[in-house]
């Protein structure tokens, strides 16, 4: 059984990096910042019951830089 896991876990890797390559940098950045925005904020949150005001700036960064880079907002 936990070899199985271990393959599923190599396939999914591979076709995660197989999607990555296909994004732009921009996108790539986007991801990368949202995901240690959001990781900021809960380590904040876990350590403290609390969030500062400028991870939540940060957060609402992240976020505009990661819709901007998808450009999924309706025309």
Not at 5 to 30: F, G, N, P, W
Not at 38 to 46: L, R, S
Not at 64 to 73: C, G, I
């Amino acid at each position: 059984m936990p070899q199985d896991y271990h393959k599923i876990r190599v396939k999914k890797q591979l076709k995660t990096k197989k999607v990555l390559k296909q994004m732009s940098a921009e996108q790539r950045a986007a991801i990368e910042e949202i995901q240690t925005s959001v990781a900021q904020c809960i380590d904040m949150i876990k350590e403290c019951n609390d969030l500062y005001m400028s991870d939540v700036a940060k957060l609402e960064s992240s976020w505009h830089s990661l819709r901007w880079a998808f450009e999924v907002d309706a025309v």
